[in-house]
């Protein structure tokens, strides 16, 4: 009686939504076993003849250890090189049928701009370090191969300052009243900088004078540059946390 009641005293569409729940609910303690194959759960929570499944298809990538067996001049080439992580299918795409007949199936070597801008286009994302260029004004009309070797991707030359690894730092310096000032004015890069930039990094200025070699009406003797007074002109903050120096224009 009490259970009536209670099931009474429910409003009407939540006592039907509760029975329409309640035969999903039930449909599906029922009927899921007839979709699950027996050999479900077996290795986990996949089906285990679908190992076999995979192992059955046919094989398109080699890896590039077998690459070594032809090519083993190019391979030892690429792994002094800044290219040593890159498989060489990524570029040549899936190599096992070359491999089994080297003169019938040829592999695709790709000559064109757009393949290497898939890595090397110019983001603001991708780390500091890692070799960027604009493609639409980096020797437009050549080929990217007809300079670097790609399994040996140096630069046919260092490319002048810092400017290979912080375009985008360049470029804002370009528009800046610091354009002529040198990057190692102000940062000190070790050598190792060029090779471990993440863990090596350059040395920053850490005071106001620094600023004031140039900015200092009281030091500096430089005409044209707008001068400060370091004792008066906000002493609380670095000069860098209201300008920024590589685009130093008054805020």
Not at 142 to 169: G, K, L, T, V
Not at 179 to 192: D, G, K, R, V
């Amino acid at each position: 009686m009490r259970i009536q009641n209670f099931w009474n005293g429910i409003p009407e569409q939540i006592r039907r939504l509760s029975i329409v729940l309640l035969i999903i609910v039930l449909l599906f303690i029922f009927i899921r076993p007839l979709f699950i194959p027996d050999d479900f759960g077996k290795y986990g929570h996949f089906r285990a003849t679908a190992v076999d499944e995979i192992v059955a298809l046919e094989k398109k990538y080699a890896g590039q250890e077998i690459c070594f067996d032809c090519h083993d001049d190019i391979m030892e080439l690429k792994y002094e090189g800044y290219h040593k992580n890159v498989a060489c299918e990524i570029c040549h795409g899936p190599g096992t049928a070359h491999a089994e007949d080297p003169e019938e199936d040829q592999l695709d070597a790709p000559t064109g701009r757009g393949y290497c801008t898939l890595c090397h286009e110019y983001l603001p994302s991708r780390p500091t370090g890692f070799p960027q260029i604009v493609s639409a004004s980096h020797n437009p009309m050549e080929p990217c191969i007809s300079c670097h070797d790609p399994h040996d991707p140096d630069p046919p030359e260092i490319p002048r300052e810092c400017n290979a690894c912080h375009a985008q730092i360049a470029r804002t310096k370009a528009l800046s009243h610091h354009l002529n000032i040198s990057c190692t004015f102000c940062h000190q890069a070790p050598e190792e900088h060029k090779t471990n930039p993440r863990e090596v990094l350059p040395s920053k200025p850490k005071s106001r004078e620094f600023c004031g070699q140039c900015h200092s009406s009281t030091i500096s003797d430089k005409k044209g540059i707008p001068k400060i007074d370091l004792i008066t002109h906000e002493p609380r903050y670095v000069c860098w946390q209201c300008h920024y120096p590589h685009l130093p224009e008054a805020r």
